[in-house]
C-alpha cells in the first residue's frame, strides 16, 4: 500500500516562508513524478508543481520565482519551499504521485496566509 503524509501546513502571515514536505511510504524513486496541487474554498484544485524522477521541474505561473520543489531520495520525502506568500494562496495543499500507473493523494494541509 502508497501512503502519502503531508507536514508542514499552518498559518502564516503575507510576505513569510512555509515549507510543506509529503513523506512516502515508498521509496519516491518508483513515482514517475510527484508534486502538489491546492485547493481554495470555491475554487478548482490547481497543479502547483510536479518533479519527475529526472528532476524535471514544472510549476505554475502564479508560483513561479516564489515556491520551489525537491526531493530527498534518502528520505522518500518531497518538499515544497513557499517563500513571499500572498493571501490569495490559501488553499489546502495535497501531495500527489503516479506509482505504476496509480495515483495516490495525501490527505492535503491547510495553509492560511493573512494579510
Known amino acids: 500500500q502508497v501512503q502519502l503524509v503531508e507536514f508542514g501546513g499552518g498559518l502564516v502571515q503575507a510576505g513569510g516562508s512555509l515549507r510543506l514536505s509529503c513523506a512516502a511510504s515508498r521509496s519516491i524513486t518508483e513515482f514517475t513524478f510527484m508534486g502538489w496541487h491546492r485547493q481554495a474554498p470555491g475554487k478548482q484544485r490547481e497543479l502547483v508543481a510536479t518533479?519527475?524522477?529526472?528532476?524535471?521541474?514544472s510549476d505554475s505561473d502564479s508560483v513561479k520565482g516564489r515556491f520551489t520543489i525537491s526531493r530527498d531520495n534518502a528520505k522518500n520525502t518531497v518538499h515544497l519551499q513557499m517563500n513571499s506568500l500572498k493571501p490569495e494562496d490559501t488553499a489546502v495543499y495535497s501531495c500527489?504521485?503516479?506509482?505504476?500507473?496509480?495515483?495516490?493523494w495525501g490527505q492535503g494541509t491547510q495553509v492560511t496566509v493573512s494579510s
Open positions: 500527489h504521485g503516479v506509482h505504476w500507473g496509480t495515483d495516490y
Open positions: 518533479i519527475t524522477r529526472n528532476l524535471n521541474i
